[in-house]
């Protein structure tokens, strides 16, 4: 945790504590859109595997009394998130890139963000289900299954995988914006390697 000096002002310690618990959590960002035509570049290849955080779902984690099968217990897409995933499709489609399988986390907003980004079929993946609330006991387990996932994936398989912050942090050691693309070095994407990454606002 960072040193804070007692000579600033007690509000802006207290800011810089916050920021600093917050970093820790979320892992380090990477910039917006940091080598982005290489990203575009690595979804035309045979076998591109992208992961990418559902779009903008205002909050942190789930409420009190979450259910995975009902959507109205959970954080969900608000009306710019929407617009954001359709933006991203869209602008997948317009570049040609379309994905032989979408899968996604169960919960609702990574779900409603590939249906409508329209890039591919949508199944769901619970090995890409958030582990927010319980790193510890599920982070690793579904890390590595992931990773077993992608080493085992049929050559040339152009996927998807639409997720959360915490799952993509545990594979490539970045943090990402919400509707933030990852895209992978198909060689080595039970690594991690990042070939770059693409972010379009809403």
């Known amino acids: 945790m960072m040193s804070v000096s007692r000579t600033f002002p007690r509000h802006l310690r207290l800011a810089v504590l916050v920021l600093g618990m917050a970093m820790?959590?979320?892992g380090p960002?990477?910039?917006a859109g940091e080598d982005a035509e290489a990203a575009w570049d690595a979804l035309g290849q045979s076998g591109a595997v992208a992961i990418m955080r559902h779009a903008l779902a205002p909050g942190i984690g789930d409420p009190a009394g979450f259910r995975i099968d009902d959507c109205?217990?959970?954080r969900t897409l608000d009306a710019r998130g929407r617009a954001q995933a359709r933006k991203i499709g869209a602008e997948m489609r317009a570049r040609g890139v379309r994905f032989d399988r979408v899968l996604t986390s169960r919960w609702c907003r990574c779900r409603e963000t590939a249906r409508l980004m329209d890039v591919g079929p949508v199944e769901a993946f619970p090995v890409l289900d958030s582990f927010f609330a319980d790193r510890?006991?599920?982070?690793?387990r579904q890390t590595a299954a992931l990773r077993d996932f992608l080493d085992d994936r049929p050559a040339g398989e152009r996927i998807l995988l639409v997720t959360h912050q915490v799952n993509i942090t545990a594979l490539t050691g970045r943090g990402v914006t919400s509707g933030e693309v990852v895209v992978l070095d198909p060689a080595a994407a039970a690594e991690g390697s990042v070939a770059g990454t693409i972010a379009l606002g809403p």
């Not at 510890?136 to 690793?140: F, I």
């Open 136 to 140: 510890r006991a599920n982070g690793p």
């Open 72 to 74: 109205s217990t959970q």
């Open 24 to 26: 820790t959590v979320a």
């Open 29 to 31: 960002a990477a910039p």
